[in-house]
């Protein structure tokens, strides 16, 4: 059977389908349940901002706009309905050079008694036009036209469509076993080099997308291949010279993203290619110790506000050794450039793996991705293909770095139990997606350290309005600083109206790099900066992000 005939198979298959639901892999580095966490946006903003949002009123324009737009639609379908029946009701006028029809005057009298009980029977643009062919026909002479036998036909036609789409179908379920979709994507899936067949780019990807989603024990990496994505000749972004990335091709790669271009989809799996081999030798905790003048600048959440992470480049130049970056996760989701953000600080690492770190946060999952934004970007922009490789390298990033033996970086927090080491966080299997069942993710480490928040009261524990993981309390940070000869805490996931927040006594800090979050918080984007004596410094901005 050939390729075409098997996408064309799904493809239809897929269409008859009324529930349209997410297929998700269910490998055990892949597993969660299927409840959503923090369900509606209303819960989710009063759990993880505490900035007030003024700009509030600003955001029904666009609705107005299409309610607007609905309504001029219904004046322009009256306007054409009434434009029409007034067409109808004229007479007929005749030209000078065509010939009059030869008709007798009993005839004219009965046509003109049809005509009028056919006004009175439709209305509307569509039975308009119905009747508009109906008085051709009567116009016509010597016409026998007689209403049951077109319904008669109509019905016989519809009997003899679907007697052939029956046996389509049976012929599809002949080919491919009971028919169903997951033996259609079987059989796809069970293609060899995809080269050997004369694909375009679209049905490529969908092959790609199609092959990870029915073997989500395999590793995407080891489907996808670059040879896969050839470079068009009328192409005209950032090159690749010598098959090796440089200062060049990043600059042009910048410059396209601040234009609204995207570079060549070689290359972007070329960067998550390359970023896997280096993140796979990383360990769940970094370890980063500065001397004589080196400072390292802590990046909080960006949710794909490039513009954001633009500024902060340009304050404070590119990677070195002397001037390093620790991005705390959350670089994806919500905003309207995760996909230009995320190549960025993966190229960044690309080209200065000793002095850009990142760690992961909890947006860096396979569940908000599918649901707050990321996939859909990703599908939009660059294709389905892509998205797999993402998930697999999302699930290999850092979860802490400790710099200065000082200064403990986590995204979300601390967990719902005391006693709780940095050496209990290396051992964790940080390939695992987080629990979502809120009472088990209240003990799970993986979960607290990326969903945690600290709250405002003394002991204990209580759950998380995010219904998942915790906040604790201001013991519960001085146990874990005292356990692990830590003097602070930096953390990010929590929109904060400064950019920075000192919180439990000033031992924990909250970096939040997205200024006016969402395009409707009046909140500062801040980066803190450290230095070998581990003295702090902020630089605060506001957004040029363009909603």
Request: hydrophobic share 30%; glycine share 6%; with cysteine.
């Amino acid at each position: 059977m050939s390729v075409n005939r098997l996408l064309n198979m799904y493809e239809k298959k897929n269409s008859q389908t009324k529930t349209q639901t997410k297929k998700v892999s269910t490998s055990p580095r892949y597993n969660h349940t299927s409840q959503q966490t923090r369900s509606g946006n209303n819960q989710n903003r009063s759990s993880e901002n505490r900035v007030s949002t003024n700009k509030s009123q600003s955001q029904p324009k666009r609705s107005n706009y299409a309610q607007n737009n609905n309504r001029f639609k219904g004046v322009n379908q009256t306007n054409q309905q009434n434009q029409r029946n007034q067409q109808f009701n004229k007479p007929k006028q005749q030209q000078p050079n065509q010939k009059k029809q030869f008709q007798k005057p009993k005839q004219q009298q009965q046509q003109q008694q049809k005509t009028k009980q056919n006004n009175n029977r439709f209305q509307g643009v569509n039975q308009s036009n119905q009747q508009n062919q109906r008085n051709q026909q009567f116009n016509k002479p010597n016409s026998r036209y007689q209403p049951n036998q077109r319904t008669q036909t109509n019905k016989t036609q519809q009997n003899k469509t679907k007697k052939q789409n029956n046996k389509v179908r049976k012929s599809i379920s002949s080919e491919t076993g009971s028919g169903s979709l997951e033996n259609i994507i079987k059989q796809i899936t069970s293609l060899g080099n995809l080269n050997q067949y004369n694909l375009n780019n679209q049905k490529m990807e969908k092959i790609l997308f199609l092959k990870t989603l029915a073997s989500p024990e395999t590793n995407p990496f080891e489907i996808v291949q670059l040879d896969y994505f050839v470079i068009e000749k009328d192409y005209k972004g950032p090159k690749v010279k010598n098959k090796r990335f440089d200062m060049e091709f990043f600059q042009s790669m910048l410059i396209d993203f601040q234009e609204g271009k995207m570079i060549h989809k070689r290359y972007i799996h070329m960067i998550l290619f390359k970023f896997y081999e280096i993140i796979l030798k990383t360990k769940n905790v970094t370890y980063i110790d500065l001397s004589n003048d080196q400072e390292i600048t802590v990046v909080g959440d960006l949710h794909g506000q490039f513009m954001d992470l633009f500024q902060i480049l340009e304050f404070t130049g590119m990677p070195g050794p002397n001037n390093q970056y620790l991005f705390n996760g959350d670089l994806i989701d919500r905003g309207l450039h995760s996909l230009e953000v995320v190549l960025t600080v993966f190229l960044m690492k690309i080209l200065f793996p000793q002095y850009v770190h990142i760690n992961r946060g909890n947006h860096e999952s396979l569940l908000l991705n599918l649901t707050y934004g990321f996939y859909e970007e990703v599908s939009q922009k660059i294709g389905g293909s892509a998205f797999p490789l993402f998930t697999e390298i999302f699930i290999w990033l850092p979860l802490a770095t400790v710099i200065n033996h000082k200064i403990f970086v986590v995204h979300g927090g601390l967990c719902g139990k005391y006693g709780v080491t940095i050496k209990d966080i290396e051992a964790i299997d940080r390939t695992m997606q987080p629990v979502q069942d809120p009472k088990k993710s209240e003990t799970d480490l993986l979960s607290c350290l990326l969903w945690s928040d600290p709250g405002e009261f003394e002991t204990g524990f209580v759950p998380n309005p995010r219904a998942c993981s915790v906040m604790f309390g201001v013991d519960v940070t001085k146990d874990f600083l005292q356990n692990n000869n830590l003097e602070l805490i930096v953390r990010s996931h929590e929109a904060v109206e400064d950019g920075y927040e000192f919180m439990h006594e000033n031992l924990i800090l909250t970096i939040f790099s997205a200024a006016n979050y969402r395009g409707d918080e009046e909140n500062f984007g801040a980066v803190v900066k450290f230095n070998s004596n581990s003295e702090i410094s902020f630089h605060q901005f506001e957004s040029e992000e363009i909603w």
